[in-house]
């Protein structure tokens, strides 16, 4: 007999599962309790789904599993910070990471959507890396599973261990559109996390159509990593730019916003380099440029990595450009850097993967020849 690949219903969003069970001559109601089981209790076999009968407890033995990702390493900072390694399918190589962030009584979970990423930030190291591939909706959605579950038993009544999340990980959730979808809602569903549309974001560089799909299907808060308060700045630092210019994005920004049942705003990321983008010219343009936009802004002074060309700015330029904008009338916050003991800032996520687009060999050359 052949070896036939069992489905994961691990990635499955609700109305697949739907689908799947019916597809199977199941009712419906077998969907929710499934998911229940493994969103809400964990359960990682059939025999714990005591509400659901022994025969198709047996049945779904044979033709499907519950299988999260691999966890190659799992590093707890000082600050309480976690950090997991995870293993991808596929190439052994393929490794990802994911962040906990506990804040008072908030833990954000910074979540992967691709291995490495094809759109090539000056300042990003995932970027640096190039891109390998796409993760399954399974591979996504595990990241949170395995967050809650290294708290121990998973209890829905208990505390909640995860109570945000950010798609801010490894790679562009956009150019990763169907398997991101479905997590997210997987997070948000009352079957499985529950978690509210305004604690679960979609960071992006800027894929301006995914922008306007996105709002059809979800109903996330939206992050925008805009790093320059011009075009010309934004083409060199993030080359997406040059096929959505900064007009388009906003433009999408507001149909966004304009488009959600509720009233929010966008989260705009700026990445602070010293020299680069930081000074106060610099400051005024960008209050300018957003003058007509109902966002917030979270500036993140550059996490350096070796041979990157860049520079954190002190404390005091940082302060500065955070006060021009806030005298503009904006909301601005400072990113602090969490997890250092454990490499864990943004930027620094690192998996170590066999890279197609064969960047990360120029980048090895690179660093050779400037080291
Ligand atoms: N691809 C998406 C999400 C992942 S990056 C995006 O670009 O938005 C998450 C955030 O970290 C982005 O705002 C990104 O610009 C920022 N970032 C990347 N490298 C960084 C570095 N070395 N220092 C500080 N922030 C960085
Ligand atoms: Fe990709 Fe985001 Fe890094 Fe740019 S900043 S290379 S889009 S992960």
Known sequence: MTDIKKINLLGLSPEKLIEFFESIGE???????????????????????????????AKLEQICEIRGPEVVSQNISADGTRKWIIRTEGDKNDCVEAV?????????????????????????????????????????IGQVWIAIKSFGPMDPNGPRRVTNVVMMGMGEPLMNFEPVVDAMILMMHDHAYGLSKRRVTLSTSGVVPKIYELVKRTDVSLAVSLHAPNDALRNELVPINKKYPIAELLEACQFYLANLPDKRHITIEYT???????????????????????????????????????????????????????????????????????????????????????????????????S
């Open 27 to 57: 009712k419906k109601f077998r969907a929710t309790q499934v998911i229940k089981w493994i969103h809400q209790k964990g359960a990682e076999s059939f025999d714990e789904m005591t509400d659901v009968s022994k025969a198709l407890r």
């Open 272 to 370: 602070l380099m010293s020299g680069v983008n930081d000074n106060e010219e610099q400051a005024h343009e960008l209050a300018e440029l957003l003058q007509t936009l109902e966002c917030k802004i979270n500036l993140i002074p550059f996490n350096p990595f070796p041979h990157s060309g860049y520079e954190k700015p002190s404390n005091n330029r940082t302060r500065r450009f955070q006060k021009i904008l806030a005298d503009a009338g904006y909301t601005v916050t400072v990113r602090t850097t969490r997890g250092d003991d454990i490499d864990a800032a943004c930027g620094q996520l690192v998996g170590d993967f066999h890279d197609k687009t064969r960047r990360s060999q120029k980048y090895i050359e690179l660093r050779e020849i400037n």
């Open 100 to 140: 906990l962030i506990p804040d008072g009584d908030r833990a954000t979970l910074c979540v992967s959507s691709q291995v490495g990423c094809s759109l090539d930030c000056s300042f990003c190291s995932t970027g640096k890396q190039g891109f390998n591939r796409n993760l399954t909706p399974a591979e996504i």
